[in-house]
């Protein structure tokens, strides 16, 4: 099973600023990852699929970048509802596997 | 507008049976695989089983294998998940899942609370 690691655990910023999340995978999972959104109380929402597709509806301060067992998700100015948790997911070796999560709160 | 709302989440005793079900709107829902993912209170997601869209293939995570049942009624499109033998480590929010591309998820329910609890 392919372990996600997601660093920082919690990102502390403005709005403004540019988020920058790290997910590092314990294998090589190609170009199948994708990246969520999930505020308190509400269900994930995808963010970014097969490493930089934006998912229907994502604004364009959204990007994701990497290839195989490294990849970030870039927030490029930070609004107001993008404090949330983020999480990474695999899906190029089974089973699907999701990282912990990085909290972006405000600062 | 897609829309999943999953039902059938309840206080069940350890050892104990359950069935949810998730009603689906919005798609052909005969088109998509679909998946459950279960979210333990304060932790992270986790993927529990998909199901192809003709219903043929199933999948499960190691965790459920031989205890959880993925099933579909295409005619009803409506995604049902049998939990039996239940542990209180299965205890979370159950989120039924639309595939994009079997196993990415873009589109949620709201999720349906299973506590096993004595």
């Known amino acids: 099973e392919i372990v996600l690691t997601q660093s920082p655990a919690t990102l502390s910023l403005s709005p403004g600023e540019r988020a920058i999340l790290s997910c590092r995978a314990s294998?090589?999972?190609?170009?199948?990852f994708a990246w969520y959104q999930q505020k308190p109380g509400q269900a994930p929402r995808l963010l970014i699929y097969?490493?930089?597709n934006r998912a229907t509806g994502i604004p364009a301060r959204f990007s994701g970048s990497g290839s195989g067992t490294d990849f970030t998700l870039t927030i490029s100015s930070l609004e107001p509802e993008d404090f949330a948790v983020y999480y990474c997911?695999?899906?190029?070796?089974?089973?699907?596997?999701f990282g912990p999560g990085t909290k972006v709160d405000l600062k | 507008e897609v829309q999943l709302v999953e039902s059938g989440g309840i206080l069940v005793q350890p050892g104990g049976s359950l069935r949810l079900s998730c009603a689906a709107s919005g798609f052909t829902f005969i088109t998509y695989a679909m998946n459950w993912v279960r979210q333990a209170p304060g932790k992270g997601l986790e993927w529990v089983s998909a199901?192809?869209?003709?219903?043929?293939?199933?999948y499960y995570a190691d965790f459920v294998k031989g205890r959880f049942t993925i099933s579909r009624d295409n005619s009803k499109n409506t995604l049902y998940l049998q939990m039996s033998s239940l542990r209180a480590e299965d205890t979370a929010v159950y989120y039924c899942?639309?595939?994009?591309?079997?196993?990415?998820?873009?589109?949620w329910g709201q999720g349906t609370l299973v506590t096993v609890s004595s």
């Open positions: 899942a639309k595939a994009r591309d079997v196993t990415y998820f873009d589109y």
């Open positions: 199901i192809s869209g003709g219903g043929r293939s199933t």
């Open positions: 294998q090589s999972v190609s170009n199948y």
């Open positions: 097969d490493v930089s």
């Open positions: 997911q695999q899906r190029g070796n089974w089973p699907p596997t």
